[in-house]
């Protein structure tokens, strides 16, 4: 049980490092709340099951692949969508069609999306499960690992997002909103450009 608790500590940490889906729920949080964070979390929560079921099954093989490729690409074009939407414009809105204040429904969906088109949290999560699921063939065992991918990802988000509830920060955020949605809006735009080059090389590979 030490090394799943090393695993999952890993996990936790690794959620500190800067990213798309950090990226979001920071945003999401100080521009509309803890409620929002939380949503955002749980969308986030739900795409990393799909990561943590391939990480667990078939692994980072299926990226060396057309759909790999496909996916590559769509990843990249959804960043950039992101980061255009983030960009700030006054007061228009952050999610589209969901008005200046968006549901939670908004939220949910594009933080899934946005975990869902981010493939190189599958690459982590095989690097990091591959030692524990070599060790242990059971499919029991996998399924465990699995779950605890999902539930610490989870859970992570969500203090992820309790910090930034935190009023002096919500204070900061608020007097300099712009400048900081344009950082983050860059930092998106830079991991859509990161996933183009990398689908570029992936379709060198695989066509020629």
């Not at 803890?34 to 749980?42: D, I, Q």
């Not at 983030?86 to 200046?100: E, S, T, V, Y």
């Not at 204040?101 to 493939?119: E, F, G, K, W």
């Not at 909103?177 to 990161?194: H, K, M, N, R, Y």
């Amino acid at each position: 049980m030490k090394e799943e608790l090393i695993f999952a500590g890993i996990l936790l940490l690794s959620q500190a490092s800067p990213g798309p889906d950090q990226a979001f729920v920071t945003r999401s949080t100080l521009a509309y709340g803890f409620g929002a964070g939380v949503m955002a979390a749980l969308g986030i929560g739900t795409g990393i099951v799909a990561h943590a079921a391939l990480a667990c099954t078939v692994g980072a093989s299926v990226f060396h692949s057309f759909l790999g490729v496909g996916l590559f690409c769509a990843a990249s074009c959804w960043m950039l969508y992101l980061a255009w939407k983030i960009w700030p414009r006054g007061r228009k809105a952050f999610l589209a069609g969901c008005g200046d204040i968006p549901p939670a429904s908004c939220i949910y969906r594009d933080a899934l999306v946005t975990n869902l088109m981010n493939p190189k949290a599958t690459f982590f999560f095989v690097a990091l499960s591959a030692p524990l699921l070599e060790k242990n063939h059971d499919p029991s065992y996998a399924l465990f690992i699995c779950f605890l991918i999902v539930a610490t990802g989870t859970a992570g988000w969500i203090l992820w997002a309790l910090v930034f509830r935190w009023q002096p920060i919500r204070f900061f955020y608020g007097r300099y909103a712009g400048i900081l949605d344009g950082i983050l809006s860059l930092v998106l735009a830079g991991f859509g450009f990161s996933m183009l080059y990398s689908f570029g090389r992936m379709a060198v590979e695989i066509f020629s």
